[in-house]
């Protein structure tokens, strides 16, 4: 069996799963534009703070790419930066987009994540995660005095797993196969 | 080793990015304690994210403008002359709590009290946030080129917003008072009951440390203490909403901030706050207790002059007050007419309205007398802005009442009054906080 040299493949239990790439301006403008929305929309539209675009935004790259390695580094660089413009240390969305980026980059190099009821169901997986780890760090590393709803964090996951499934169909024209 | 390390390349290089991100937040949880700079790193991402910020907020505000300004006028008279009806309520407000404002000032520098004082503003623009729903803070488009520092207070027409937690050069962070970490010193309006008002983390705001014994209820005000160095004391900060017990000996007390936090578009930083002695307006002289008080107290009315512009000696049933103010009405046109009932009306009767406001208002020029209480001026000083047509008209009355046909100057008078009308007889003070 001879494999195509341009396009690579990974097999995973004998499934055909391709491998994404970006071009720089996407792969730097799209999480820019994320944080920047997240920045700004809330202001006026407050229940726009429901929703985490910069989670959306690692949580698609990691499963194009299906790269551990880029997946953690690109979950770290956006959580940094989304730490950067907050009021409290650098590194707690950093380390929770971190082991997202890796597991969903993981998880979508043995997983066909390409329809929608699987995005779905990562992306509610992966949220609850995030809030979990943000938690565990803020209290614990921090001390901050955090409370966790079951209620309002199942309906953000919900809430932001919609809106995850729609971005990525959008953002799926910016892929480029390897 | 080497083979486990590449067996296990992916996870190694996950334990070592996460290790280095621990390292650093728990050198920024040891340092927190200590003065906190802003880092370099931070300022980067801001100036990154911010200038769009900018542009779309300048945006939306031309955009806003042109339509409210030009397009969309609809119901604007309406709206216009219920102002200007407000404007003429609050004029007559205005007139009553400047009284009671120089009262207490007078006060206060009788006991040497020392109040903080907002001495400078810098008006800036909500333009981001910082982009979590788990903290509460925003951006502003003011920064340390604008002389805005680290914990200054920002606050709103409608009450307090928060402090200034990070100054960037053309931009801040602003910490919100509903946030988790802020904390604010806050007493109720009207039982004076103190605590400390903190975020929660979603959101809403708690006033702590208030025993379950104390009486709060709902619709209570409350206002800055200043005990937190950062707010000057008495800004409006929120209303209770709801009581309930809580931990320990404590009460919950749920607060509804005064300031809309999640719609908010213009703030005010405080730049500049002064620490002083309220001056009362008495022109340095010093105000007895005594004095204030028996303005207050209507008294009998004095005697009138036997014969005009012969000074007779004061009389001794007159308070310091009115002889103050029968003395200052007389050199007003140096007249030797004995003045109407006006001039020993009781100062008290300040407030009772914009006829009495506005015939005080004739004699807020007269000299004061050397030895006598100065009282009198200030009271008139605190009432001397006009209030309505009807005023006026009583400004006129009240100076032709005290001119004299023929224009010859007379000595301040020791004179006593004529009580000559009804006028002459004490009017009941309407003013909230006399006696009578």
């Known amino acids: 069996m001879t494999i195509p040299t341009s396009v690579p493949i990974t097999y995973t239990s004998g499934e055909q799963i391709e491998v994404y790439r970006f071009n720089i301006p996407v792969t730097v403008g799209v999480p820019l534009l994320a944080l920047f929305l997240q920045a700004f929309v809330p202001r006026r539209l407050p229940f726009f703070s429901i929703f985490d675009l910069p989670l959306l935004v690692t949580i698609f790259f990691a499963m194009a790419r299906r790269n551990p390695i880029s997946g953690l580094f690109t979950g770290a660089a956006i959580g940094l930066v989304q730490d950067m413009l907050g009021a409290y240390p650098i590194g707690i969305y950093g380390i929770a987009k971190t082991l997202v ?12 994540v390409e329809n929608a009821g699987a995005r779905f169901l990562v ?47 959008v953002l799926d024209k910016f892929k480029q196969r390897t | 080793m080497e083979s486990v390390l590449g067996r296990y390349r992916n996870l190694t290089i996950l334990v070592g990015v996460l290790f280095l991100q621990v390292l650093g937040l728990a050198v920024q949880v040891k340092r927190s304690a200590e003065a906190e700079h802003t880092r370099l790193i931070r300022i980067w991402a801001v100036d990154a994210i911010t200038p769009f910020e900018r542009v779309l907020v300048w945006g939306q505000n031309r955009t806003g403008n042109l339509w409210h300004n030009y397009f969309f006028l609809r119901g604007v ?19 009553r709590l400047s009284e009671d404002a120089a009262q207490a000032r007078r006060l206060q520098s009788l006991l040497a009290f020392k109040e903080q004082t907002i001495a400078k503003t810098v008006p800036a623009q909500v333009i981001g946030s910082s982009g979590s729903d788990l903290s509460q803070s925003i951006y502003i488009d003011k920064g340390s080129n604008d002389g805005i520092a680290q914990d200054m207070a920002v606050i709103t ?24 970490s802020s904390g604010v010193g806050a007493l109720l309006e009207k039982s004076r009951l103190q605590g400390v008002l903190r975020g929660s983390p979603n959101g809403e705001l708690i006033l702590d440390r208030v025993m379950s ?12 203490s200043g005990g937190d160095q950062i707010f000057p004391k008495g800004l409006p900060v929120g209303t209770v909403t709801k009581v309930n017990p809580g931990k320990e000996l404590f009460l919950s007390v749920k607060v509804k901030p005064a300031a809309d ?51 007779p000696a004061a009389d001794e049933n007159t308070a310091p007050g009115q002889t103050s103010s029968a003395v200052a009405k007389a050199p007003s046109n140096g007249a030797a007419k004995p003045p109407t009932g006006n001039a020993i009306k009781p100062e008290g009767t300040a407030s009772a309205g914009p006829a009495g406001n506005a015939a005080n208002q004739s004699l807020a020029h007269d000299v004061p007398v050397s030895g006598q209480p100065v009282t009198s001026q200030v009271l008139k000083k605190a009432v001397h802005k006009p209030v309505s047509q009807d005023s006026d008209t009583d400004v006129a009355a009240g100076s032709a009442a005290a001119s004299n046909p023929d224009g010859s100057s007379v000595k301040p008078a020791k004179a006593p009054p004529k009580p000559s009308s009804a006028q002459s007889l004490p009017q009941t003070p309407a003013s909230d906080d006399d006696p009578h």
Not at chain 1, 101 to 112: H, P, R, T
Not at chain 2, 85 to 92: A, D, G, K, Y
Not at chain 2, 163 to 178: G, Q
Not at chain 2, 277 to 302: F, H, K, T
């Open chain 2, 213 to 224: 014994d104390e009486q709060v209820s709902p619709g209570d005000i409350l206002l800055s």
């Open chain 1, 123 to 169: 992306t509610l997986g992966f949220y609850l995660l995030h809030q979990a780890v943000y938690f565990t760090v803020a209290r614990g590393m921090v001390n901050l005095t955090l409370n966790w709803s079951w209620s309002r964090g199942i309906l953000a996951g919900v809430v932001n797993a919609f809106l995850g499934v729609v971005l990525y169909f």
């Open chain 2, 157 to 180: 027409v409608g009450g307090i917003v928060g402090k200034v937690l990070r100054v960037y050069p053309t931009t801040s962070l602003v910490l919100m008072i509903n946030d988790q």
């Open chain 1, 101 to 112: 980026g890796y597991g969903a980059s993981s998880l979508g190099a043995k997983l066909d």
């Open chain 2, 77 to 95: 008279r309406a709206e216009n002359r219920q102002l200007k009806e407000q404007i003429e309520q609050m004029r007559l407000e205005q007139v």
């Open chain 2, 261 to 311: 936090l999640s719609r908010l578009e213009e703030v005010l930083v405080v730049t500049e706050k002064r620490e002083q002695e309220p001056v009362a307006e008495s022109g340095g002289v010093r105000v007895r207790a005594a004095d204030i008080l028996a303005q207050r107290l209507p008294s009998v009315p004095a005697k009138p002059a036997t014969v005009a512009g012969a000074p």
